[in-house]
């Protein structure tokens, strides 16, 4: 598996974002109804894919999708900030040091023995990349169910708010503290899962 990281969308051409942003419409709008932009019929591409966003990638070594989620700076508009700021007893965090998690996807041509692995390995990976790049805190929202699993992966977290209905369910929004004792409370909880040095390496940018 190769973890690509990138803070643009020029190489949207590349196999590995095209087989994101598609795998993003298989999952968001085909599976769970969500009412998205669709880019030529294939590809789940909002106004928050623009520059500013960083993406972490997971692939198989033909670069085909298998697990990936967007970061958005709070410093800029977000999605907690701008679609669901009443999900925040108070404002909404900002900061330098404090990124939005988007996006969370899992392929569906996953197995479930392979989709919890993958997931260990993205939730690791997101842990991982704030501790390199120093992000604090995480932000993210989250339907109910997929919310509680958050909660439980053993990191130091917190609702920002109550739940409350939405046309998909019920939504939350929460607040993830990373620290260098992240990986071990991941750990402890049955979640970390380091890179594999066998990995491809990270890159800054990708390559058409």
């Known amino acids: 598996m190769a ?5 643009t969308i020029s190489g949207a051409s590349d196999t590995a974002f095209r087989s994101m942003f598609a795998a993003r419409k ?7 109804k969500w009412d998205l932009p669709v880019l030529a019929g294939q590809y789940e591409i909002d106004c928050f894919d623009d520059e500013h966003a960083r993406y972490l990638i997971i692939t198989d070594l033909d ?30 965090p900002r900061g330098q040091d404090i990124w939005e998690i988007t996006r969370f996807c899992l392929g569906r041509q996953l197995r479930a023995a ?19 790049t120093g992000i604090t805190k995480y ?3 989250a339907e109910i169910a997929w919310l509680q699993q958050i909660l439980s992966f053993g990191w130091k977290c917190r609702p920002l708010g109550l739940p409350l ?5 019920m939504l939350g929004a929460l ?12 750990d402890a909880a049955g979640i970390w899962t380091p890179a594999d040095p066998r990995e491809l390496p990270a890159r800054s940018t990708a390559t058409a």
């Not at 973890?3 to 803070?7: F, I």
């Not at 298989?26 to 769970?32: A, N």
């Not at 607040?175 to 991941?186: F, M, V």
């Open 114 to 132: 392979e989709r919890l692995q993958l997931r260990n390995r993205l939730v690791s990976a997101i842990a991982d990349h704030a501790l390199r």
């Open 175 to 186: 607040e993830i503290d990373i620290s260098p004792e992240t990986p071990a409370l991941l």
């Open 3 to 7: 973890l690509l990281v990138d803070s």
């Open 26 to 32: 298989s999952v968001f709008i085909d599976l769970l």
């Open 139 to 141: 932000t993210g929202v």
């Open 165 to 169: 209905p939405s046309e998909t369910g």
């Open 63 to 92: 670069h085909q999708h298998l697990a990936s989620a967007r970061l958005l700076p709070t410093t800029r508009p977000h999605i907690l900030d701008t679609l669901f700021p009443g999900l925040c007893e108070q404002a909404p």
